[in-house]
């Protein structure tokens, strides 16, 4: 008899066989309503979603333009900068009585830290198994009172600002090189011009760190440039005049001098 023939291999009774597990996953069709294939029907979705975000948000920015400043001007001292919208809630968060001050570092590092690794935290603190906004509730309301904050101190932030008015306050305008501006100093209202006005808007009114008071970009009236020196404008902050009415009037007038002076030339 050869080796091996008749002979039997039989199972150790005394070893269950546990069940035999599939490594196929099972297909989605076997879950019907609850999943769905990635391709083309999940991406199609995706898709047309953005491109609806996209072409609003295009139609938003031919509607309303950005308002741009000027050239970034390192000598303007007068300049008060704003960061980017999407950081307006920080700066907006500093003008808070418990966020500045002997507080500025609560405000800059305390609570921003605070807000932003809670919101990191969250997935961990409520780590259900459902998807459902009700089945996770902590993340869900975390995250809700992050965007109403941020949603609620940018639009203080925006709404307490004039752009339009700050954007065109900051257009550049170069100085005429055709026009010969004629400076009074025996005028009463120059001394006045020389303490109040003279370092940002130059010994001829050309304009350095601030705009030039002369010029087709300058139709102010004698009560817009009375309510400007002592209010301010755009980007010049108020109580730039310090002085006396009747020294706020012989401004006013040295500067309209100037101009009616290049007017006639």
Same mark, same amino acid.
């Given at each position: 008899?050869?080796?091996?023939?008749?002979?039997?291999?039989?199972?150790?009774?005394?070893?269950?066989?546990?069940?035999?597990?599939?490594?196929?996953?099972?297909?989605?069709?076997?879950?019907?309503?609850?999943?769905?294939?990635?391709?083309?029907?999940?991406?199609?979705?995706?898709?047309?979603?953005?491109? /609806?975000?996209?072409?609003?948000?295009?139609?938003?920015?031919?509607?309303?333009?950005?308002?741009?400043?000027?050239?970034? $001007?390192?000598?303007?001292?007068?300049?008060?900068?704003?960061?980017?919208?999407?950081?307006?809630?920080?700066?907006?968060?500093?003008?808070?009585?418990?966020?500045?001050?002997?507080?500025?570092?609560?405000?800059?590092?305390?609570?921003?830290?605070?807000?932003?690794?809670?919101?990191?935290?969250?997935?961990?603190?409520?780590?259900?198994?459902?998807?459902?906004?009700?089945?996770?509730?902590?993340?869900?309301?975390?995250?809700?009172?992050?965007?109403?904050?941020?949603?609620?101190?940018?639009?203080?932030?925006?709404?307490?600002?004039?752009?339009?008015?700050?954007?065109?306050?900051?257009?550049? /305008?170069?100085?005429?090189? $055709?026009?010969?501006?004629?400076?009074?100093?025996?005028?009463?209202?120059?001394? /006045?011009?020389?303490?109040?006005?003279?370092?940002?808007?130059?010994?001829?009114?050309?304009?350095?760190?601030?705009?030039?008071?002369?010029?087709?970009?300058?139709?102010?009236?004698?009560?817009?440039?009375?309510?400007?020196?002592?209010?301010?404008?755009?980007?010049?902050?108020?109580?730039?005049?310090?002085?006396?009415?009747?020294?706020?009037?012989?401004?006013?007038?040295?500067?309209?001098?100037?101009?009616?002076?290049?007017?006639?030339?």
């Amino acid at each position: 008899m050869q080796r091996g023939k008749g002979m039997k291999f039989v199972g150790d009774s005394r070893i269950k066989q546990g069940p035999t597990v599939s490594r196929i996953p099972k297909d989605y069709s076997e879950y019907p309503g609850r999943t769905e294939a990635f391709w083309p029907n999940f991406l199609l979705k995706e898709w047309l979603a953005g491109a /609806v975000f996209l072409i609003g948000f295009l139609i938003l920015t031919l509607a309303h333009p950005s308002p741009l400043e000027g050239l970034a $001007d390192p000598t303007d001292a007068a300049y008060i900068p704003l960061p980017d919208w999407y950081f307006l809630f920080l700066y907006e968060l500093l003008k808070y009585e418990f966020a500045s001050g002997n507080y500025i570092l609560l405000g800059m590092l305390g609570i921003p830290g605070i807000a932003f690794g809670a919101l990191l935290l969250a997935p961990f603190l409520d780590n259900g198994p459902g998807r459902r906004p009700h089945q996770r509730p902590i993340a869900v309301g975390m995250m809700l009172l992050g965007l109403a904050s941020v949603i609620w101190l940018t639009y203080t932030s925006a709404a307490a600002v004039d752009w339009e008015s700050r954007a065109e306050a900051n257009k550049p /305008v170069p100085p005429s090189d $055709d026009v010969d501006v004629v400076i009074d100093t025996d005028h009463p209202g120059y001394e /006045v011009y020389e303490t109040s006005c003279l370092a940002c808007h130059g010994a001829e009114l050309e304009g350095t760190a601030a705009p030039a008071l002369y010029g087709p970009e300058f139709d102010h009236t004698a009560e817009e440039i009375a309510d400007i020196s002592v209010n301010g404008i755009g980007a010049m902050p108020p109580d730039q005049f310090t002085g006396t009415d009747e020294e706020l009037e012989q401004l006013v007038d040295f500067i309209l001098s100037v101009n009616e002076s290049i007017e006639e030339e």
